[in-house]
């Protein structure tokens, strides 16, 4: 605990009260020397109105708006007693203003103060509990992050190697296997690439997961779309799908990361389609507020209204791998993505009848 007040006994009396509490307390003379404790590390301050002068005010405001999001530093302001006026009651309002502050009317009642106090010191221990349980969350998203990476990495090359032999294995010895071996053949390579999917999907969560938060460059988002629908070019055409691209925005977002949203939602349009009919798809865009919202509908076979939120989840199909290929994870590293860029994804539908996907993202 920091005490400053220059002015009269009231230093002594609260070092004195606190110290009787067991508090470790710590008397400074002026604005500049609480500073410089409370950049050292203290966990709240007691402060005498009169030495908040408006130099000092705008020292510790500086100094406010430089504390990491956890911190919310606890300050107690001694204050003069007597009829409020509207002087008084400024000076209240620009007390609050600088944040955690709370105000004591003179003359000091030692149960008040140790009430004020430890309260204060409540609070400051909670966030320094906050701040701990974020900095374990960080390592443990970093480390779950390394794991993906060195999981799709390391576990590839073995699975490389059985691809390769299952490969030689059907063509030198194809022949001589019976109906029941090229079945179990065919499962082994099938498997394979499914499993290679799975790794490719899982790295490409991990690298959405570590996308810094940082604002980016504006770009032209029908660059990331085109971009888009070249990878998904072949699909299109066999399915013979109808796509209508409405006027697109320019927004804030990388456009690999862009392009990889598009990317997963028209592939799902295209895979999800009715078997009577051919995909029509929609592309359209409109602003809300500072974001823009992207919409990709269909007339597919829908998400039943059960399922609206779970297909988000990772490994989530709706559907066996038989019916309709995948991993699962497209969807979720599409969440991942548009929540990095502090936006949101959400899905209308009803089974039989399309869907409409749409995600913001920030203009």
């Known amino acids: 605990m920091v005490i400053l007040a220059p002015v009269g006994r009231d230093a002594a009396l609260l070092a004195r009260t606190l110290s009787a509490l067991e508090i470790d307390t710590t008397v400074t003379k002026d604005a500049s020397t609480l500073?410089?404790?409370?950049?050292?590390?203290?966990?709240?301050?007691?402060?005498?109105?009169?030495?908040?002068?408006?130099?000092?005010?705008?020292?510790?405001k500086i100094w406010l708006s430089a504390q990491p999001p956890w911190s919310d530093m606890p300050f107690i302001a001694l204050t003069s007693s007597?009829?409020?006026?509207?002087?008084?009651?400024?000076?209240?309002?620009?007390?609050?203003?600088?944040?955690?502050?709370?105000?004591?009317?003179?003359?000091?009642?030692?149960?008040?103060?140790?009430?004020?106090?430890?309260?204060?010191?409540?609070?400051?221990?909670?966030?320094?509990?906050?701040?701990?349980?974020?900095?374990?969350?960080?390592?443990?998203?970093?480390d779950l992050e390394q794991f993906?990476?060195?999981?799709?990495?390391?576990?590839?090359?073995?699975?490389?190697?059985?691809?390769?032999?299952?490969?030689?294995?059907?063509?030198?010895?194809?022949?001589?296997?019976?109906?029941?071996g090229k079945e179990f053949l065919n499962l082994i390579i099938r498997s394979v690439s499914r499993m290679d999917a799975l790794?490719?999907?899982?790295?490409?969560?991990?690298?959405?997961?570590?996308?810094?938060?940082?604002?980016?460059?504006?770009?032209?988002?029908?660059?990331?779309?085109?971009?888009?629908?070249?990878?998904?070019?072949?699909?299109?055409?066999?399915?013979?799908?109808?796509?209508?691209?409405?006027?697109?925005?320019?927004?804030?977002?990388?456009?690999?990361?862009?392009s990889q949203i598009f990317q997963n939602l028209l592939g799902n349009a295209v895979k999800y389609r009715r078997e009577d009919r051919a995909p029509v798809i929609e592309i359209s865009a409109r602003k809300s507020g500072s974001n823009w919202i992207f919409t990709i509908a269909d007339n597919g076979i829908g998400v039943p209204a059960a399922y609206e939120e779970a297909i988000f989840g990772i490994f989530q199909r709706l559907h066996t791998d038989n019916k309709y290929s995948g991993t699962g994870m497209g969807l979720a590293i599409c969440k991942r993505i548009v929540e990095r860029y502090h936006g949101q994804i959400w899905v209308e539908s009803e089974p039989g009848d399309g869907a409409r996907f749409s995600f913001s993202i920030p203009g």
């Open 148 to 180: 993906a990476h060195s999981a799709s990495h390391d576990l590839r090359e073995p699975l490389r190697t059985v691809g390769v032999y299952s490969d030689l294995l059907a063509r030198d010895y194809g022949n001589e296997l019976d109906e029941r």
């Open 82 to 142: 007597g009829v409020s006026t509207r002087e008084s009651h400024l000076r209240a309002r620009e007390l609050q203003a600088l944040g955690n502050f709370t105000l004591i009317e003179r003359p000091v009642r030692p149960d008040t103060v140790e009430s004020s106090v430890r309260a204060a010191l409540r609070a400051r221990m909670r966030q320094y509990e906050i701040r701990s349980r974020q900095e374990a969350l960080v390592q443990a998203n970093a």
């Open 199 to 258: 790794l490719g999907d899982l790295l490409s969560y991990a690298h959405a997961s570590s996308i810094s938060g940082e604002e980016v460059p504006p770009i032209p988002s029908n660059r990331a779309l085109e971009a888009a629908l070249k990878n998904l070019d072949g699909s299109i055409l066999e399915s013979n799908a109808k796509i209508s691209i409405a006027e697109m925005p320019t927004v804030r977002m990388r456009e690999s990361h862009l």
């Open 35 to 60: 500073m410089e404790v409370l950049t050292e590390g203290a966990g709240a301050a007691i402060i005498a109105d009169e030495a908040l002068t408006s130099a000092a005010l705008k020292v510790l």
